[in-house]
């Protein structure tokens, strides 16, 4: 059997969210070997990582959760009990209370460190600038920023042929998400966006319940 | 009681090992609050970890274990089984197979999380480009990309003071390093840097414990 090089691989952070599977089902389309990797950070809406596994699941997809000690992340509604979700139907500006404390840092940096150590070449996250909750690790310079860290960082980044990082929706909206999943034929009904799910269904009132439902709205697709 | 500001806080990433404990002793001079945070990564020398809890209990300064879930980093004589540890007795040229995976890049990443989570603004590590195994996560290059990566990247950095990254031992070789534990009064003895220990002792021959004996020699103080 030949040995798959690293630049055919590709490593998807997967949430089990709708932008995440856009993300992995468009990867699909141009690598050979593909897995996903999902984290347990005891996050209020914990559904999404059987989501995640089904997702992966259902396209022969390795999913490995990764799992985060509780308590490292603190003061997010995400993760804070004592903090609610904020729940006005709207998107506010600036930073909301659902930020967690570097997610996506420490998110990537576990890929880099998978990936690096299977030979794959490649990491997929879903984040997007345009229609987002404000987040600071969701922006093309904190991205940008992070891949020279790696090429700097990392035995592939000094020596080998690096490792990419691809934010194929970082600059996509929300409306333009939906129709590239409709067009890569994602299941959407089977993804989850809701912070807070009441008894596991979408409240439709956080900020991302109300992101998803702009962008169907704005594509004219039923969200199913 | 009044609330100590972020500025005055500091956390070190403590391995137990000589660097990140001159680190700490390093930071209790200057910082009001410290604590500490450890990483048990399946690492064969995992005796390190006890180390380090002693050493933050010896100093009142709490000790925060986090675990990384076995078989994330792979390829490294560090933590696979089948790889040995090279035992030359010398330093070799290029990145050896101790190099983890984003190690540093995952422990830092930690570490932010963790500091931006609890309100601290400081984050000590311990690495150092002069007398060290050529691992590219221990660059200079690295670290001050990675600090730009966390400005961009963290609500801390975007609308607050920032979190400063802090590499005191960056351009000290390793006699010098063991000359300032010594004038900070570092239980040297109580640390541990050997790769692969037998029975809980040093090996003497990893690289580690090269570079060990040879700063002490160098600095003409004796390790205990």
């Known amino acids: 059997m030949q040995k798959i090089s690293a630049e055919k691989k590709a490593l998807i952070i997967l949430s089990g969210g709708l932008d995440s599977t856009v993300c992995l089902y468009f990867a699909r389309e ?3 070997e593909i897995e996903t990797i999902s984290f347990d950070y005891s996050q209020k809406h914990k559904i999404e990582l059987q989501k995640a596994r089904r997702i992966a699941g259902q396209l022969g997809v390795r999913n490995t959760k990764i799992k ?20 006005k139907g709207k998107v506010s500006s600036g930073i909301p209370n659902t930020y967690v404390p570097g997610r996506n840092l420490l998110f990537l940096s576990y890929a880099v460190s998978f990936a690096e ?21 969701c922006r093309p310079e904190f991205i940008s920023a992070f891949e020279k860290t790696v090429a700097l960082g990392t035995k592939e980044g000094v020596g080998g042929k690096g490792i990419q990082i691809h934010t194929p929706l970082l600059h996509l909206n929300k409306k333009e998400i939906v129709e590239l999943g409709k067009k890569l034929k994602v299941p959407f009904g089977k993804t989850h966006s809701c912070y807070d799910p009441i008894d596991g269904k979408p409240c439709g009132k956080c900020e991302s319940c109300v992101l998803r439902k702009k962008g169907f709205a704005e594509a004219g697709i039923l969200d199913e």
């Open 30 to 32: 141009k690598y050979t």
């Open 68 to 87: 985060i000690d509780t308590g490292i992340f603190q003061n997010s509604s995400l993760v804070d009990k004592s903090i609610p979700v904020p729940k």
């Open 117 to 137: 150590s299977r030979g794959i070449g490649n990491i997929f996250i879903g984040v997007n600038a345009l229609d987002y909750s404000g987040y600071p690790d």
